[in-house]
């Protein structure tokens, strides 16, 4: 009996991590009593951010301090309180990212050590693609660059700062189609004023309020929008 109750028991708790493993991998304290101030003006106030999804939303109008959010995560923005990943761990990419021009493509993917194999980029990086210089690829295409190039640094965590700005349709479902394949493996803060894309990232949702991010929930794009509207009375997209 006491060998049948051990076995149920086992079952059972290898049950639970299985249920729950993305739950044990994602859960991540990011940010406890951060505020930053710019002299006498505070821009932040005891922001605390943890997440137990592997997409983590940070979302507000322009110039409240998502991107000094992010700065203060990776070292560039002096903040007190307490980060809880080291700089070093954090990857970034933002709209402005650029590679050098006159980079060649497959220069580029051999000096980050590409896996030819992978089959998240193997769609996007053809013959004709990799043989072409930084400087003859598209927006959009430069911006695929860029992303494989930031998953590729093995950070911890990777933030993405409105990498679809000025994108045409194609190219930004492109690259929504791969930060959710990427996220199943890194932990992703992403920002961005399309409050579609939101909904097609399925995370944890951090709203901008009173100089601090609060964390809500909503099931479609229209309570979004009427909580994006309620909030901040306009949406700026």
Same mark, same amino acid.
């Given at each position: 009996?006491?060998?049948?109750?051990?076995? $149920?028991?086992?079952?059972?708790?290898?049950?639970?991590?299985? =249920?729950?493993? =993305?739950?044990?991998?994602?859960?991540?304290?990011?940010?406890?009593?951060? *505020?930053?101030?710019?002299? /006498? #003006?505070?821009? &932040?106030?005891?922001? *605390?951010?943890?997440?137990?999804?592997?997409?983590?939303?940070? %979302?507000?109008?322009?110039?409240?301090?998502? +991107?000094?959010?992010?700065?203060? %995560? %990776?070292? #560039?923005?002096?903040?007190?309180?307490?980060?809880?990943?080291?700089?070093?761990?954090?990857?970034?990419?933002?709209?402005?990212?650029?590679?050098?021009?006159?980079?060649?493509?497959?220069?580029?993917? /051999?000096?980050?050590? $590409?896996?030819?194999?992978?089959?998240?980029?193997?769609?996007?990086? /053809? #013959?004709?693609?990799? #043989?072409?210089?930084?400087?003859? &690829? =598209?927006?959009?295409?430069?911006?695929?660059?860029?992303?494989?190039?930031?998953?590729?640094?093995?950070?911890?965590? %990777?933030?993405? !700062?409105?990498? +679809?700005?000025?994108?045409?349709? +194609?190219?930004?479902?492109?690259?929504? =189609? &791969?930060?959710?394949?990427?996220?199943? *493996?890194?932990?992703?803060? $992403?920002?961005?004023?399309?409050?579609?894309?939101?909904?097609?990232?399925?995370?944890?949702?951090?709203? $901008?309020? !009173?100089?601090?991010?609060?964390? /809500?929930?909503?099931?479609?794009?229209?309570?979004?929008?009427?909580?994006?509207?309620?909030?901040?009375?306009?949406?700026?997209?």
């Amino acid at each position: 009996k006491l060998l049948v109750v051990y076995c $149920y028991t086992q079952l059972g708790y290898l049950w639970f991590i299985k =249920s729950n493993l =993305s739950l044990l991998f994602f859960f991540m304290e990011i940010l406890r009593n951060l *505020t930053v101030n710019f002299g /006498d #003006k505070c821009i &932040l106030k005891n922001v *605390t951010i943890e997440s137990d999804k592997n997409i983590t939303h940070i %979302i507000g109008p322009n110039g409240v301090g998502k +991107t000094t959010l992010c700065n203060a %995560i %990776i070292g #560039k923005t002096p903040f007190q309180g307490e980060c809880c990943i080291e700089a070093n761990n954090v990857g970034i990419m933002t709209d402005k990212m650029r590679i050098p021009s006159e980079l060649q493509v497959k220069d580029v993917l /051999d000096c980050i050590n $590409y896996d030819y194999s992978d089959v998240i980029f193997e769609s996007i990086f /053809d #013959k004709d693609f990799i #043989k072409k210089k930084v400087g003859q &690829l =598209s927006s959009g295409q430069e911006r695929l660059l860029s992303l494989c190039v930031v998953f590729y640094s093995n950070k911890k965590v %990777i933030i993405l !700062d409105e990498i +679809t700005n000025s994108l045409d349709q +194609t190219n930004r479902e492109r690259i929504l =189609s &791969l930060v959710d394949e990427l996220s199943t *493996t890194t932990k992703i803060i $992403y920002i961005t004023h399309n409050l579609q894309e939101i909904i097609k990232l399925k995370g944890d949702l951090f709203f $901008y309020q !009173d100089c601090t991010f609060v964390k /809500d929930k909503c099931n479609n794009y229209k309570e979004l929008c009427d909580m994006y509207l309620d909030k901040y009375g306009a949406i700026d997209v």
